[in-house]
Protein backbone atom coordinates (compact mmCIF):
# COMPACT_ATOMS: atom_id res chain seq x y z
CA UNK A 1 0.00 0.00 0.00
CA UNK A 2 0.86 3.65 -0.27
CA UNK A 3 2.10 5.41 2.28
CA UNK A 4 2.41 9.66 2.99
CA UNK A 5 5.92 9.39 4.68
CA UNK A 6 8.26 7.58 7.31
CA UNK A 7 7.10 7.17 10.32
CA UNK A 8 7.40 9.21 12.96
CA UNK A 9 10.67 8.88 15.47
CA UNK A 10 11.80 5.43 14.14
CA UNK A 11 14.99 5.57 12.37
CA UNK A 12 15.49 2.78 9.48
CA UNK A 13 18.15 -0.16 10.21
CA UNK A 14 19.33 0.50 6.58
CA UNK A 15 18.61 3.37 3.39
CA UNK A 16 19.89 2.96 -0.03
CA UNK A 17 18.71 4.41 -3.52
CA UNK A 18 18.06 3.19 -6.73
CA UNK A 19 18.73 4.94 -10.02
CA UNK A 20 18.43 3.53 -13.54
CA UNK A 21 18.53 4.24 -17.31
CA UNK A 22 20.78 6.95 -17.25
CA UNK A 23 21.96 6.52 -20.94
CA UNK A 24 24.84 8.66 -20.56
CA UNK A 25 25.99 9.72 -24.23
CA UNK A 26 29.45 11.48 -25.01
CA UNK A 27 28.33 14.14 -25.37
CA UNK A 28 28.71 15.97 -21.84
CA UNK A 29 26.04 18.68 -23.04
CA UNK A 30 23.23 16.18 -23.40
CA UNK A 31 20.42 16.22 -21.73
CA UNK A 32 20.89 13.00 -20.32
CA UNK A 33 23.76 13.67 -19.10
CA UNK A 34 23.14 16.34 -17.52
CA UNK A 35 20.03 14.68 -15.55
CA UNK A 36 22.56 11.94 -14.34
CA UNK A 37 24.65 14.90 -12.90
CA UNK A 38 21.43 16.40 -11.31
CA UNK A 39 20.67 12.98 -9.93
CA UNK A 40 23.71 12.30 -8.32
CA UNK A 41 23.80 16.11 -6.71
CA UNK A 42 20.21 15.28 -5.03
CA UNK A 43 21.48 11.54 -3.93
CA UNK A 44 24.59 13.45 -2.49
CA UNK A 45 22.75 16.10 -0.58
CA UNK A 46 20.35 13.91 0.65
CA UNK A 47 21.11 10.45 1.25
CA UNK A 48 23.61 10.89 3.67
CA UNK A 49 24.17 7.40 5.63
CA UNK A 50 22.93 5.43 3.00
CA UNK A 51 24.38 1.67 2.22
CA UNK A 52 24.96 2.45 -1.68
CA UNK A 53 23.03 3.31 -4.67
CA UNK A 54 22.06 0.94 -6.41
CA UNK A 55 22.40 1.07 -10.79
CA UNK A 56 19.74 -0.78 -12.87
CA UNK A 57 21.59 -0.75 -15.85
CA UNK A 58 21.39 1.30 -19.36
CA UNK A 59 24.60 3.43 -18.16
CA UNK A 60 25.22 4.05 -20.94
CA UNK A 61 23.46 4.95 -24.38
CA UNK A 62 25.34 2.48 -26.46
CA UNK A 63 28.09 1.15 -24.36
CA UNK A 64 30.97 3.03 -26.29
CA UNK A 65 34.30 3.57 -24.65
CA UNK A 66 33.86 7.32 -24.93
CA UNK A 67 30.08 7.45 -23.33
CA UNK A 68 31.98 5.63 -20.19
CA UNK A 69 34.66 8.09 -20.32
CA UNK A 70 31.89 10.67 -19.82
CA UNK A 71 30.12 8.41 -17.13
CA UNK A 72 33.21 8.47 -14.93
CA UNK A 73 33.93 12.32 -15.34
CA UNK A 74 30.33 13.26 -14.15
CA UNK A 75 30.90 10.30 -11.35
CA UNK A 76 34.30 11.94 -10.34
CA UNK A 77 32.13 15.67 -10.29
CA UNK A 78 30.09 13.97 -7.34
CA UNK A 79 32.08 11.04 -6.24
CA UNK A 80 33.22 12.84 -3.20
CA UNK A 81 29.71 13.38 -1.84
CA UNK A 82 28.60 9.39 -2.42
CA UNK A 83 28.15 6.08 -0.87
CA UNK A 84 29.22 2.97 -3.59
CA UNK A 85 27.43 2.53 -6.25
CA UNK A 86 26.88 -0.74 -7.65
CA UNK A 87 25.55 -1.73 -10.92
CA UNK A 88 23.93 -4.02 -13.40
CA UNK A 89 23.52 -4.50 -17.37
CA UNK A 90 21.03 -2.82 -19.36
CA UNK A 91 20.48 -3.97 -23.18
CA UNK A 92 21.78 -0.67 -24.34
CA UNK A 93 25.12 -1.76 -22.38
CA UNK A 94 25.99 -4.85 -24.07
CA UNK A 95 23.30 -5.39 -26.73
CA UNK A 96 23.89 -3.29 -29.70
CA UNK A 97 28.18 -4.70 -30.65
CA UNK A 98 29.81 -7.51 -30.02
CA UNK A 99 28.66 -9.54 -26.74
CA UNK A 100 32.29 -10.30 -24.89
CA UNK A 101 33.83 -6.42 -25.71
CA UNK A 102 30.74 -5.24 -24.55
CA UNK A 103 30.77 -7.29 -21.46
CA UNK A 104 34.48 -6.35 -21.01
CA UNK A 105 34.03 -3.04 -21.15
CA UNK A 106 31.24 -2.55 -18.54
CA UNK A 107 32.96 -4.55 -16.27
CA UNK A 108 36.25 -3.17 -16.56
CA UNK A 109 34.72 0.95 -16.35
CA UNK A 110 32.42 -0.40 -13.68
CA UNK A 111 33.97 -2.62 -11.40
CA UNK A 112 31.56 -4.97 -11.43
CA UNK A 113 32.39 -8.72 -11.09
CA UNK A 114 30.20 -9.93 -14.27
CA UNK A 115 26.89 -10.17 -15.51
CA UNK A 116 25.29 -11.18 -11.84
CA UNK A 117 26.60 -10.65 -8.27
CA UNK A 118 25.15 -10.28 -4.52
CA UNK A 119 26.46 -8.51 -1.85
CA UNK A 120 25.27 -8.90 2.23
CA UNK A 121 24.63 -5.19 3.20
CA UNK A 122 24.27 -4.60 7.06
CA UNK A 123 22.25 -8.25 7.33
CA UNK A 124 20.27 -8.23 3.85
CA UNK A 125 21.18 -9.43 0.74
CA UNK A 126 21.30 -7.38 -2.54
CA UNK A 127 21.24 -9.38 -5.36
CA UNK A 128 21.94 -8.29 -9.30
CA UNK A 129 21.08 -10.78 -12.21
CA UNK A 130 21.79 -9.38 -15.70
CA UNK A 131 21.91 -10.91 -19.24
CA UNK A 132 24.18 -13.33 -20.23
CA UNK A 133 23.59 -12.56 -24.15
CA UNK A 134 23.89 -9.37 -25.86
CA UNK A 135 20.34 -9.37 -27.01
CA UNK A 136 19.18 -5.94 -28.47
CA UNK A 137 16.18 -5.34 -25.95
CA UNK A 138 15.65 -8.41 -23.87
CA UNK A 139 18.05 -10.47 -21.24
CA UNK A 140 18.98 -13.80 -20.91
CA UNK A 141 19.32 -15.29 -17.89
CA UNK A 142 21.25 -18.96 -18.45
CA UNK A 143 20.28 -21.96 -15.76
CA UNK A 144 23.25 -21.40 -13.92
CA UNK A 145 22.52 -17.80 -12.87
CA UNK A 146 18.63 -19.07 -12.47
CA UNK A 147 20.00 -21.61 -9.91
CA UNK A 148 22.52 -19.51 -8.18
CA UNK A 149 19.42 -16.92 -7.48
CA UNK A 150 17.51 -19.74 -6.02
CA UNK A 151 20.40 -20.52 -4.00
CA UNK A 152 21.26 -16.90 -2.80
CA UNK A 153 17.75 -15.82 -2.14
CA UNK A 154 17.64 -18.58 0.56
CA UNK A 155 21.34 -18.18 2.41
CA UNK A 156 21.77 -16.61 5.70
CA UNK A 157 23.89 -13.59 5.96
CA UNK A 158 27.75 -14.57 6.45
CA UNK A 159 29.16 -13.05 10.40
CA UNK A 160 31.46 -10.82 8.08
CA UNK A 161 28.45 -8.65 6.72
CA UNK A 162 29.19 -5.25 4.99
CA UNK A 163 27.62 -2.62 7.35
CA UNK A 164 27.29 -0.07 3.81
CA UNK A 165 26.96 2.94 6.10
CA UNK A 166 27.55 4.48 9.74
CA UNK A 167 24.00 2.83 11.68
CA UNK A 168 24.57 0.56 13.90
CA UNK A 169 22.19 -2.34 13.25
CA UNK A 170 21.00 -4.94 15.81
CA UNK A 171 18.89 -7.70 13.28
CA UNK A 172 18.68 -10.45 16.38
CA UNK A 173 15.15 -9.74 16.75
CA UNK A 174 14.59 -9.71 13.12
CA UNK A 175 14.37 -13.62 11.93
CA UNK A 176 15.88 -14.30 8.36
CA UNK A 177 12.96 -15.46 6.52
CA UNK A 178 11.13 -12.10 7.72
CA UNK A 179 13.94 -9.87 5.97
CA UNK A 180 13.89 -8.96 2.38
CA UNK A 181 15.63 -9.42 -0.12
CA UNK A 182 16.71 -6.84 -2.66
CA UNK A 183 16.95 -8.32 -6.65
CA UNK A 184 17.81 -5.74 -9.38
CA UNK A 185 17.80 -6.48 -12.99
CA UNK A 186 16.97 -4.28 -15.81
CA UNK A 187 14.42 -6.10 -17.64
CA UNK A 188 10.76 -6.20 -15.93
CA UNK A 189 8.56 -9.53 -15.99
CA UNK A 190 5.95 -9.56 -18.50
CA UNK A 191 2.27 -8.05 -17.63
CA UNK A 192 3.78 -6.96 -13.82
CA UNK A 193 4.65 -3.11 -13.24
CA UNK A 194 4.36 -0.14 -15.50
CA UNK A 195 5.64 -0.35 -19.23
CA UNK A 196 5.32 -4.18 -18.62
CA UNK A 197 2.57 -4.79 -20.53
CA UNK A 198 3.10 -7.17 -23.88
CA UNK A 199 1.26 -4.82 -25.97
CA UNK A 200 3.47 -2.24 -24.72
CA UNK A 201 6.70 -4.52 -25.61
CA UNK A 202 8.84 -2.98 -22.87
CA UNK A 203 8.88 -6.11 -20.73
CA UNK A 204 12.15 -8.83 -21.76
CA UNK A 205 13.60 -11.96 -19.65
CA UNK A 206 13.59 -14.60 -21.73
CA UNK A 207 13.29 -16.97 -19.15
CA UNK A 208 10.01 -15.04 -17.68
CA UNK A 209 8.34 -18.41 -16.38
CA UNK A 210 11.44 -19.48 -14.81
CA UNK A 211 12.43 -16.42 -12.61
CA UNK A 212 8.88 -16.49 -11.83
CA UNK A 213 8.73 -19.81 -10.30
CA UNK A 214 11.80 -19.05 -8.14
CA UNK A 215 10.71 -16.03 -7.04
CA UNK A 216 7.38 -17.72 -6.22
CA UNK A 217 9.41 -19.57 -3.55
CA UNK A 218 10.57 -16.53 -2.45
CA UNK A 219 8.10 -13.82 -1.37
CA UNK A 220 10.03 -12.07 0.83
CA UNK A 221 11.44 -10.58 -2.11
CA UNK A 222 11.47 -7.03 -3.46
CA UNK A 223 12.24 -6.96 -7.18
CA UNK A 224 13.50 -3.43 -8.69
CA UNK A 225 13.80 -3.11 -12.37
CA UNK A 226 13.81 -0.57 -15.20
CA UNK A 227 14.14 -0.69 -18.92
CA UNK A 228 10.63 0.87 -19.65
CA UNK A 229 11.48 4.20 -18.50
CA UNK A 230 7.48 4.74 -17.33
CA UNK A 231 6.67 7.97 -14.75
CA UNK A 232 6.47 6.79 -11.05
CA UNK A 233 3.33 8.69 -11.11
CA UNK A 234 0.94 6.00 -12.85
CA UNK A 235 -0.92 3.33 -10.68
CA UNK A 236 1.10 0.28 -11.58
CA UNK A 237 4.62 1.01 -10.28
CA UNK A 238 4.28 -0.95 -7.96
CA UNK A 239 2.76 -4.86 -8.59
CA UNK A 240 2.36 -6.59 -5.08
CA UNK A 241 3.48 -10.32 -4.69
CA UNK A 242 0.64 -10.58 -1.67
CA UNK A 243 2.80 -13.14 -0.18
CA UNK A 244 2.83 -15.21 -3.52
CA UNK A 245 5.50 -14.20 -5.32
CA UNK A 246 7.89 -10.96 -5.23
CA UNK A 247 7.08 -7.60 -4.80
CA UNK A 248 8.03 -5.62 -7.98
CA UNK A 249 8.73 -2.30 -8.70
CA UNK A 250 9.39 -0.41 -11.83
CA UNK A 251 12.06 2.51 -11.13
CA UNK A 252 11.05 5.24 -14.13
CA UNK A 253 14.68 6.75 -15.28
CA UNK A 254 16.95 9.58 -15.07
CA UNK A 255 17.69 10.12 -18.38
CA UNK A 256 13.91 10.60 -19.61
CA UNK A 257 10.43 9.33 -18.83
CA UNK A 258 7.68 7.73 -20.79
CA UNK A 259 3.89 8.24 -20.01
CA UNK A 260 0.35 5.75 -20.41
CA UNK A 261 -0.20 8.05 -23.38
CA UNK A 262 2.91 6.27 -24.97
CA UNK A 263 4.91 9.16 -25.02
CA UNK A 264 8.01 10.60 -24.69
CA UNK A 265 8.37 12.42 -21.48
CA UNK A 266 11.29 14.80 -19.83
CA UNK A 267 11.99 14.01 -16.27
CA UNK A 268 14.31 12.18 -14.35
CA UNK A 269 13.33 10.11 -11.55
CA UNK A 270 14.32 7.19 -9.20
CA UNK A 271 13.38 5.91 -5.85
CA UNK A 272 15.10 6.32 -2.04
CA UNK A 273 14.46 3.01 0.24
CA UNK A 274 14.17 2.82 3.80
CA UNK A 275 14.16 -0.55 5.52
CA UNK A 276 12.41 -1.08 9.32
CA UNK A 277 12.14 -4.42 11.30
CA UNK A 278 8.45 -4.67 10.08
CA UNK A 279 8.18 -2.80 6.79
CA UNK A 280 10.48 -1.26 3.89
CA UNK A 281 9.46 2.32 2.49
CA UNK A 282 9.91 2.89 -1.26
CA UNK A 283 9.63 6.49 -1.72
CA UNK A 284 9.53 7.98 -5.59
CA UNK A 285 11.83 11.03 -6.15
CA UNK A 286 11.67 13.40 -8.68
CA UNK A 287 15.58 14.83 -9.64
CA UNK A 288 14.63 17.57 -11.86
CA UNK A 289 12.55 19.59 -9.43
CA UNK A 290 14.18 17.79 -6.10
CA UNK A 291 10.88 17.08 -4.92
CA UNK A 292 9.13 13.88 -3.70
CA UNK A 293 6.25 12.48 -6.02
CA UNK A 294 3.66 12.08 -3.40
CA UNK A 295 1.36 9.83 -5.48
CA UNK A 296 4.96 7.49 -5.71
CA UNK A 297 5.33 6.56 -2.11
CA UNK A 298 4.67 3.13 -1.03
CA UNK A 299 4.90 0.56 2.39
CA UNK A 300 5.52 -2.89 1.89
CA UNK A 301 5.06 -4.89 5.21
CA UNK A 302 7.01 -8.32 6.67
CA UNK A 303 6.57 -10.54 7.49
CA UNK A 304 5.25 -11.33 3.72
CA UNK A 305 2.25 -13.39 6.22
CA UNK A 306 0.77 -9.71 6.85
CA UNK A 307 0.22 -10.10 2.72
CA UNK A 308 -1.92 -13.14 3.35
Known sequence: MKTSGTPGGQDPLLTFQIITDTHVTADPEHEYNQNFGRALQ?????????????????????????EYEEVQRILEQHQASLPQIRYTLGNHDVGLGHWDSRLAMYTSRM??????????????????????????????????????????????????TELGGPMELDLGTVPLHDRPAFVFLHQPLKDTVA???????????????????????????????????WELEVSNTMYPGNGQTATMFNAASVAYLWTDRDEHKSGSQGFYVEVYTDKVLVRGRDFTTGTWIESAQYEVAYPVSAFL
Open 42 to 66: DLALHAQGSSGIMHIGDITNNGFPE
Open 111 to 160: GMPGPYHDHWIGGYHFIFLGTEEGLQTFCHLSGGQLQWLDRKLGESAPDN
Open 195 to 229: GSLESQEWYGVTQDQELRSILSRHPQTLLFTGHTH
